[in-house]
């Protein structure tokens, strides 16, 4: 079954915006300049993006990115930590554990935009997902919707399953009573069709009590 892209709610908590002149002192690149200085990014997005107004904007060089900002935190315990990438506008985990960072460095965006747009899907998701009863058409809706418009955000970042977001949609799958049938992660079923739409080719769920 096709479940096509929807109109999404992103009435969401306002934002606010970086210093502009510390980003160009930076040298940051334009793209990323406009975004962070306009829009801007969350306060805190649950958790799961929180800004530290006294790192913002530090910089530093690290492994496989080079020249860096910090953006914010993963509120995990596990010191997982966003970045711009000053020589591309890419948006980079640093990837860490209880109390310290380690060195191990993934891209999760392809740009501040990417991220602003996933970030505004993984909100909406949340501040809508507990007025939904787990296990109603409604729920599901959400679930499907909220992972169509964040793979359609930044699709390259969800060709691989390990990436950050990958995870975070499939955990939001997880919320689902429902088991679908097959082994592939509802991310890895949205796709663009010939008239360019997004969707996803939902294989339908498996029977309860079934063999």
Known sequence: ???????????????SPYDAGRLAGLGAPAAAVAALTGRGLPENADEHFVRVPERELEQAVLPECGDAAFLGHAWDGFNNTYWLCL???????????????LDHMKRINSSVEALQS?????????????????GTGEHEALINQS?????AADPTMFEDDEN????????IEFSSAKILI?????????NRDEGGRWGLDHPGYEVEGGD
Do not use: C, K
């Not at 020589?87 to 960072?101: A, I, L, N």
């Not at 996933?118 to 787990?134: H, P, Q, T």
């Not at 992972?147 to 793979?151: K, S």
């Open 1 to 15: 079954m096709r479940i096509q892209a929807e109109p999404f709610d992103y009435s969401v908590p306002t934002w």
């Open 87 to 101: 020589t591309d506008s890419s948006v980079w985990m640093r990837y860490g554990q209880y109390q310290e960072p």
């Open 118 to 134: 996933i970030l505004a899907v993984y909100l909406a998701f949340e501040f809508n997902g507990s007025d939904r009863i787990v």
């Open 147 to 151: 992972v169509i418009h964040a793979v």
């Open 164 to 171: 950050w977001w990958s995870q975070t949609f499939q955990e």
């Open 182 to 190: 097959g082994e592939r992660a509802r991310f890895e079923l949205v």
